[in-house]
Structure formats: structure tokens, C-alpha cells
């Protein structure tokens, strides 16, 4: 217990994991064993065009795949899918996973250990983009950004959600600061930043003595236990990210945009109301 409570603190060393999406094949990057996570997982799967297959087991965890770029075929139990950028697979426990690809493909894994089985299920971000509770711009200049919900409540699952965000140039996303320790835990994933992009990322409890504060670019990923986690862009360019989910409690607490808003910062609005349509 003692050394769980300490991979639990937020710092540098238990909160950010640099430069995930250098190797190829499948990399688990984020575990609880390594970071202050408790139930989520994520990795990628990078492969070239016409390199061999990678397979595996989701044994207890159920997982989401979200295909970042090129296209891939995954194939689990007698049943295949094509994913393009941004599609999404929801795939249960219990099940075996083959991911192959004719052009190249970068594929991130998320996943949490559940209790129950929940169904099969394919997301397509063309169908996301047509749909206004799962993706929607929220806030204005200067907290702009185009938010889509990727894997939230059009799916059946226990723990994970997963969407991905895009800011306006020079933009603050997560604005109002909030938080939503009590039901979840989060991971961003920082995409579509080449360089020189970057952005700086904060995850705090205390507004007047922040426990991180990080510059941010491509492929680094950021883990928030807790506390609130607004982020900002370089002026010139936008922080985007994958947003990586887990409830606490299977089901019960597997809800987007319920948040506390930074006391500060409360004037009755998250920006994510549009989500609870």
C-alpha cells in the first residue's frame, strides 16, 4: 500500500513518460507497476508497411484501439475491422487480437482490468464527427478546442473512455481548470505536434504551489491521478491530444464531463455540457 500511495504522487517521475511513439512493433508504455496510475493502461502498436502481424491476449483488460495514423486491419475471434485515422475498436476481455497493416500504421492501446464482459463493438470517427454530444467545440478564444468522444457513452464498456481534442493556435484546453479524481483517472497523449510544436502541461491540487508543470511535444504523455490539468499551446501552433480514461468503479463511475471546476474559476459552466446532450 505504502508503495502504491507513492507512485501516486504527481511528479515528473510517476506523471510523465516521454517520446512514446519512437518504437516500433506493440510497447506498453503506462502501467500502474510504473506510473501513478491505478487502472490504466496504454501503449502503441507501430508497424510499416507489410511488417508481420502483431497479436495478443486482452486477458482481464478490456481495450480500445484508436488508429493515430495510417490503416489497419484487426482481426479478434471470427471478426475483422478496418480502421483509418481516428476509428476506434472497443474489444473485451478474454479476446485474441491480431493487427496487421499494408501501409503503415500507428495504433494506440488503452485498457483497464474489468469484472465483466461487455460486447464487441467498432466506432467510426466519420459517424463522431456528424454527431453533436460526441463532438462539439467547446469553450471560446482563448480556451477554444474541437473535442470528439471517441469512446465514451455510444459504447458499452466498464472502465475506459477515450476521445481526442485539437486547440486553436496558442490556445489553454481543459479551461475551466477541473477535475474529476472522486470517478476517474486520465492520461493525455500529445498527437499532431510535429516539431516545433509543443505546449506546456499542468496537473496540480494546489493553484499557488503546482506539483507539475511541463513543456510537452509529440508522443510524451502525461499521467493525472488527480488534481486539475488545464494545458496550453506554444503561440504559432495547437496542443492536441488522445485523452485516456478509467472509472474507479466499473460502470458506476464511467461518466464524461462530470467534473469540479476549479473554485476560482466556477461560473456554472465545465465547456462540456454539450456532452450530456
Request: hydrophobic share 35%; charged share 20%.
Amino acid at each position: 500500500m505504502k508503495e502504491q500511495a507513492a507512485l501516486e504522487n504527481i511528479n515528473r517521475e510517476t506523471c510523465v513518460v516521454r517520446a512514446t511513439h519512437r518504437e516500433k512493433g506493440r510497447n506498453i508504455s503506462v502501467t500502474p507497476k510504473n506510473t501513478a496510475t491505478r487502472h490504466l493502461h496504454y501503449g502503441r502498436i507501430r508497424l510499416e508497411a507489410n511488417d508481420a502481424p502483431v497479436s495478443f491476449e486482452t486477458a482481464t483488460h478490456e481495450t480500445g484501439l484508436i488508429c493515430l495514423n495510417g490503416a489497419a486491419k484487426i482481426v479478434t475471434g471470427d471478426t475483422s475491422f478496418n480502421l483509418n485515422r481516428y476509428d476506434s475498436l472497443y474489444v473485451p476481455r478474454d479476446s485474441e487480437v491480431e493487427v496487421s497493416t499494408a501501409t503503415g500504421c500507428d495504433i494506440a492501446e488503452v485498457s483497464a482490468e474489468v469484472a465483466n464482459l461487455y460486447p464487441l463493438q467498432f466506432v467510426s470517427f466519420e459517424e463522431i464527427r456528424k454527431n453533436t454530444a460526441l463532438h462539439f467545440t467547446a469553450g471560446a478564444p482563448p480556451t477554444e478546442r474541437d473535442l470528439n468522444i471517441l469512446l465514451g457513452k455510444n459504447i458499452e464498456a466498464g472502465r475506459i473512455m477515450a476521445g481526442v481534442t485539437f486547440s486553436s493556435d496558442g490556445n489553454w484546453t481543459s479551461f475551466p481548470p477541473h477535475e474529476h479524481a472522486e470517478m476517474l483517472e486520465e492520461i493525455y497523449l500529445y498527437i499532431d505536434m510535429p516539431a516545433p510544436q509543443w505546449g506546456i502541461q499542468m496537473v496540480y491540487t494546489n493553484p499557488q504551489d503546482p506539483e507539475l508543470v511541463e513543456v510537452v511535444r509529440e508522443g510524451d504523455v502525461v499521467v493525472m491521478p488527480r488534481g486539475y490539468h488545464p494545458n496550453v499551446a506554444a503561440p504559432g501552433g495547437s496542443i492536441n491530444f488522445l485523452w485516456m480514461m478509467a472509472a474507479n468503479r466499473e460502470v458506476k463511475d464511467r461518466q464524461f464531463g462530470v467534473v469540479n471546476v476549479q473554485p476560482e474559476y466556477d461560473t456554472g459552466t465545465s465547456g462540456l455540457e454539450a456532452s450530456q446532450k
